[in-house]
T-cell receptor, first 113, second 114 residues
Framework: AQSVTQPDIHITVSEGASLELRCNYSYGATPYLFWYVQSPGQGLQLLLKYFSGDTLVQGIKGFEAEFKRSQSSFNLRKPSVHWSDAAEYFCAVDGSNDYKLSFGAGTTVTVRA | AAGVIQSPRHLIKEKRETATLKCYPIPRHDTVYWYQQGPGQDPQFLISFYEKMQSDKGSIPDRFSAQQFSDYHSELNMSSLELGDSALYFC?????????????FGQGTRLTVV
């Protein structure tokens, strides 16, 4: 079975500082990996995804993520956080190529001025 | 660009009542997925349809049923509602049932059972 762990429930970061959100997955083979962002009361927006190829994936809004097979990780990063990045971030895995996603518990990001 | 439309956006029902949530996929998308996100929880996969046939099933209670119609819209029917059914219900759509395109999520229907 596939599963995702996001170790950090809540992260507070200063505006302009860098951000890294951790994601570890459990799956036998190389899964499809996703990062979604959810603003309060809003739906899920896809930030980026990894299927294969280059392990450093660029996404929208200046986010990137790196797939590390040896660590079973897919951490999300942003060099300089903006106040509008305050939201909840979900890492998700799909091991069967059918969009039956398993989500992590989410990490809430608070941005302070 | 057209997105996934879910209706209603908000719904309040009493225990033991029924509810119907609707999802209108992006035009030409033939695959629909339903997810349930409880308060403070991560989204959980419920069920999916491809070309009007159920393609996969997750943790969907027996009290719930869903279908996809000829115009590809989908409805999630929920009966004998319980307080624990209060959640945000997401629908997503994609084309081809596989990764021909990514799946796009709607804004969700917030169901409150009182």
């Amino acid at each position: 079975a596939q599963s995702v762990t996001q170790p950090d429930i809540h992260i507070t970061v200063s505006e302009g500082a860098s951000l890294e959100l951790r994601c570890n997955y459990s799956y036998g083979a190389t899964p499809y990996l996703f990062w979604y962002v959810q603003s309060p009361g809003q739906g899920l927006q896809l930030l980026l995804k990894y299927f294969s190829g280059d392990t450093l994936v660029q996404g929208i809004k200046g986010f990137e993520a790196e797939f590390k097979r040896s660590q079973s990780s897919f951490n999300l990063r942003k060099p300089s956080v903006h106040w509008s990045d305050a939201a909840e971030y979900f890492c998700a895995v799909d091991g069967s190529n059918d969009y039956k996603l398993s989500f992590g518990a989410g990490t809430t990001v608070t941005v302070r001025a | 660009a057209a997105g996934v439309i879910q209706s209603p956006r908000h719904l309040i029902k009493e225990k033991r009542e029924t509810a119907t949530l609707k999802c209108y996929p992006i035009p030409r998308h033939d695959t629909v997925y339903w997810y349930q996100q409880g308060p403070g929880q991560d989204p959980q996969f419920l069920i999916s349809f491809y070309e009007k046939m159920q393609s996969d099933k997750g943790s969907i209670p027996d009290r719930f049923s869903a279908q996809q119609f000829s115009d590809y819209h989908s409805e999630l029917n929920m009966s004998s509602l319980e307080l624990g059914d209060s959640a945000l219900y997401f629908c997503a759509s994609s084309l081809g049932g596989r990764y021909n395109t990514e799946a796009f999520f709607g804004q969700g229907t917030r169901l409150t059972v009182v």
